[in-house]
């Protein structure tokens, strides 16, 4: 049972930074490769407040919100200007230089040694010390995210996004603040994602920078990817198949050194899959968009 709470855990740390990635990747069509970051500086910020001063978890999160929040307005502010590969281009360098921060500013971070000894995270006094109770945590706070994010796609700042996503151009004209739609999705995905974070420190009690490589971008845009774009219940169906894949091929009885292989074919043939079978389908989102003030936020 513990194993089965372990992975369910995990389920739901991946679903929240899916589904947070979602928001920038799918409805306004930027790929980011920062978005491990994000969730390493959720983790760091929460375990260097707990460690250092004893903060309750609740605060921990609002400071972790807060700092990916300025970092990601910051981020976009630059990416905003660019497009396509060059926006790609700029997340995949701030990716780097976040992973490079916690592995070389040993005087806070303790470097490639990492943060330990983070202590069981309490709400409002009880400290959550069985799996149970961690798991109902995690489950609110992916539900919560899942609100969040499903009201936001619903809204009208969700059809504008969606609609930039297919014609940036043409968006554009229709009297959008296009660059202000991009810098507020990135920021809300950014801080969303610091969330996942903040969970995996309490949960895993040790941190390092390994946790929050390139490579972890690219599995959660992969997680994206195969459960679709703009489909948040697909995020979480992936997620979960993803989370569970080494599992399943553990318990088949796979050696370890061939099921990390196979991990790595499977991943790319499911998403060989998936963009194979997507057909755009250009100017749906504009349909009812000829008197946009009604459908979209003003720029």
Same mark, same amino acid.
């Given at each position: %049972?513990?194993?089965?709470?372990?992975?369910?855990?995990?389920? /739901?740390?991946?679903?929240?930074?899916?589904? #947070?990635? #979602?928001?920038?990747?799918?409805?306004?069509?930027?790929?980011?490769?920062?978005?491990?970051?994000?969730?390493?500086?959720?983790?760091?910020?929460?375990?260097?407040?707990?460690?250092?001063?004893?903060?309750?978890?609740?605060?921990?999160?609002?400071?972790?919100?807060?700092? #990916?929040? @300025?970092?990601? =307005?910051? $981020?976009?502010?630059?990416?905003?200007?660019? &497009?396509?590969?060059?926006? $790609?281009?700029?997340?995949?360098?701030?990716?780097?230089?976040?992973?490079?921060? %916690? !592995?070389?500013?040993?005087?806070?971070?303790?470097?490639?040694?990492? @943060?330990?000894?983070?202590?069981?995270?309490? +709400?409002?006094?009880?400290?959550?010390?069985?799996?149970?109770?961690?798991?109902?945590?995690?489950?609110?706070?992916?539900?919560?995210?899942?609100?969040?994010?499903? !009201?936001?796609?619903?809204?009208?700042?969700?059809?504008?996004?969606?609609?930039?996503?297919?014609?940036?151009?043409?968006?554009?004209?229709?009297?959008?603040?296009?660059?202000?739609?991009? &810098? &507020?999705?990135?920021?809300?995905?950014?801080?969303?994602?610091?969330?996942?974070?903040? +969970?995996?420190?309490?949960?895993?009690?040790?941190?390092?920078?390994?946790?929050?490589? +390139?490579?972890?971008?690219?599995?959660?845009?992969?997680?994206?990817?195969?459960?679709?774009?703009?489909?948040?219940?697909? $995020?979480?169906?992936?997620?979960?198949?993803? &989370?569970?894949?080494?599992?399943?091929?553990?318990?088949?009885?796979?050696?370890?050194?061939?099921?990390?292989? %196979?991990?790595? @074919?499977?991943?790319?043939?499911?998403?060989?899959? $998936?963009?194979?079978?997507?057909?755009?389908?250009?100017?749906?989102? =504009?349909? !009812?968009?000829?008197? /946009?003030?009604? !459908? /979209?936020?003003?720029?």
């Amino acid at each position: %049972m513990e194993y089965i709470l372990h992975l369910l855990i995990l389920i /739901c740390i991946y679903s929240i930074l899916s589904q #947070s990635l #979602s928001l920038v990747a799918g409805y306004s069509g930027q790929i980011s490769l920062a978005h491990a970051g994000f969730y390493g500086i959720g983790a760091y910020a929460a375990a260097l407040m707990a460690v250092n001063f004893g903060t309750p978890a609740i605060l921990n999160l609002i400071i972790a919100l807060l700092i #990916s929040g @300025i970092i990601a =307005f910051i $981020v976009a502010k630059v990416a905003v200007k660019t &497009v396509d590969d060059y926006y $790609v281009v700029i997340t995949l360098g701030i990716q780097v230089v976040i992973y490079s921060i %916690m !592995n070389n500013w040993q005087s806070v971070t303790n470097g490639p040694l990492g @943060i330990s000894g983070i202590p069981t995270i309490s +709400l409002f006094g009880v400290p959550l010390e069985s799996k149970w109770a961690f798991l109902a945590l995690s489950s609110v706070l992916t539900a919560l995210v899942w609100f969040i994010l499903h !009201n936001i796609t619903k809204s009208p700042f969700g059809r504008l996004l969606r609609a930039l996503s297919e014609d940036e151009i043409y968006t554009d004209s229709l009297g959008k603040n296009v660059g202000q739609a991009k &810098v &507020v999705s990135f920021v809300i995905s950014g801080m969303l994602a610091s969330i996942a974070g903040v +969970l995996y420190a309490y949960y895993i009690s040790y941190i390092d920078p390994t946790s929050f490589t +390139l490579d972890e971008s690219i599995f959660i845009l992969s997680i994206v990817i195969i459960g679709g774009m703009r489909n948040l219940r697909g $995020v979480f169906l992936a997620a979960v198949f993803l &989370v569970l894949l080494p599992e399943i091929l553990r318990f088949v009885g796979m050696p370890s050194s061939i099921a990390a292989n %196979m991990r790595q @074919i499977i991943y790319g043939i499911a998403l060989i899959i $998936v963009v194979s079978r997507k057909k755009k389908k250009p100017g749906i989102v =504009f349909k !009812n968009m000829d008197n /946009c003030e009604d !459908n /979209c936020t003003k720029g």
